[in-house]
């Protein structure tokens, strides 16, 4: 057996309705003012009455003029403002954009320069802690509110790149499923495949250990079980529950054992396209599937039985493709866009989005190895459909 590391620093907190709790874990964590970080959308719903009811009689400022996808000039104006106030702790509340934004704010907090310096490939190296971050998701599938990376748009080189360090990593999550009761079909679909996604590239990454296997298989058994019933009946609070679950698991099984080039394709996109996350990842899963499975036969086959799929009676390779199949037919059944002409991608773009994949540095853990050829061989089949 290889040599592996496993760490999850972020301490998980997960009930149904326990953000009402909110003000005893801020006060565990010596918060005595918080700023909090969302969104637009999110501060309009009653999500955001429930953080601000949950804080009891403990002062806050919102802050959630801000938009999908963080960029650099949104991290730095975000540091500007939490620095103009004498607020002790953060609370993010949102999707992956208010979670990777406020990552970004607090870690800039206590290291001098703009997000820039820290990017990937940049001139700064984060020293310093920052201060305590409690993330509360508002979808089941980025998992940004435990991993380690913060994902940033760099808008003069239309690409996305990320800080990465472990200083990132949130300190709490409080993740309840209540606050997902009243997520869009196409959000609990596209971010429930994101959830996905994270589960089968970690599982079936190079990377991969016996910790990171057995988070990624569950993730996938509780996401196989439970996404089509959270699409199509969004009120029932014990899929909303697994989902939330799941999401989280399949978060600390990626920062672990990796991803691949789904990521590496979905990010591509997100830079040059702005195709957002959930979306492409949703899209290419099973494209991408088709592609690695025979670098991994036997793991191929746990997904599928995962997955709920029969392969009694089948050959190894048989068993491990019914887990390409059981993806596509999830992708139907869940109603997401499925080709690249669905989300405006067409043969023209290939070129920038497969030199932005093949520069993505988990491609090297890819069960497969990749050459452009094969990253565009992906592309052709996810543009002709199933
Ligand atoms: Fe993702």
């Known amino acids: 057996m290889k040599n592996f590391i496993f760490k999850m620093p972020t301490r998980v907190h997960f009930g149904s309705g326990i953000v009402s709790n909110l003000s005893e874990l801020v ?44 960029t650099i000039e949104m991290v730095d104006e975000g540091t500007a403002a939490l620095k103009a106030t004498d607020c002790d702790l953060v609370v993010s509340v949102g999707g992956g954009s208010p979670i990777d934004l ?16 820290y990017m990937f490939g940049g001139s700064k190296t984060v020293t310093n802690k920052s201060v305590p971050h409690i993330a509360i998701p508002t979808t089941a599938g980025t998992g940004s509110e435990v991993t380690g990376a913060t994902v940033i748009t760099d808008v003069q080189n239309n690409i996305k790149l990320s800080i990465t ?34 589960a089968i590239e970690s599982y079936v990454s190079l990377n991969a250990s016996p910790v ?10 509780l996401i196989g079980a439970n996404l089509r019933t959270a699409v199509a009946d969004g ?41 957002p996350h959930g979306i492409a990842n949703g899209l290419l899963l099973p494209y991408a599937m088709h592609r690695n499975y025979i670098g991994n036969l036997k793991k191929f086959r746990e997904i599928a039985i995962a997955l709920g799929e029969d392969v009694s009676g089948l050959s190894e390779r048989e068993g491990a493709y019914r887990a390409v199949e059981a993806v596509f037919d999830l992708q139907s059944d869940v ?11 067409f043969e023209k773009d290939f070129g920038p989005i497969i030199e932005g994949t093949m520069a993505y540095r988990m491609l090297a853990i890819n069960p497969v190895k990749l050459t452009d050829k094969d990253v565009r061989g992906i592309l052709d089949h996810a543009s002709a459909g199933r």
């Open 165 to 198: 360090h472990d200083y990132v990593i949130p300190t709490v999550a409080l993740v309840d499923p209540q606050l997902h009761l009243g997520m869009p079909t196409l959000i609990t679909a596209s971010t429930g495949l994101d959830a996905l996604t994270h």
């Open 335 to 345: 109603r997401v866009p499925n080709t690249l002409p669905d989300v405006e991608v």
């Open 27 to 70: 006060k565990e964590y010596g918060g005595t003012k918080v700023f909090i970080i969302s969104d637009p959308v999110i501060a309009s719903t009653p999500i955001m009455d429930a953080v601000k009811a949950g804080l009891g009689d403990i002062p806050y400022i919102v802050y959630s003029d801000t938009k999908p996808d963080p």
């Open 212 to 221: 990171s296997d057995a988070m990624g298989l569950q993730a996938i058994r």
């Open 235 to 275: 009120s029932n609070i014990e899929a909303r529950s697994s989902m939330a679950v799941a999401s989280t698991i399949a978060s600390v099984a990626f920062m672990n054992g990796g991803l691949g080039v789904i990521h590496g394709i979905a990010q591509s996109m997100g830079g040059l396209h702005h195709t």
């Open 102 to 117: 406020a990552k970004g704010i607090t870690i800039l907090q206590t290291n001098e320069g703009s997000a820039r310096d």
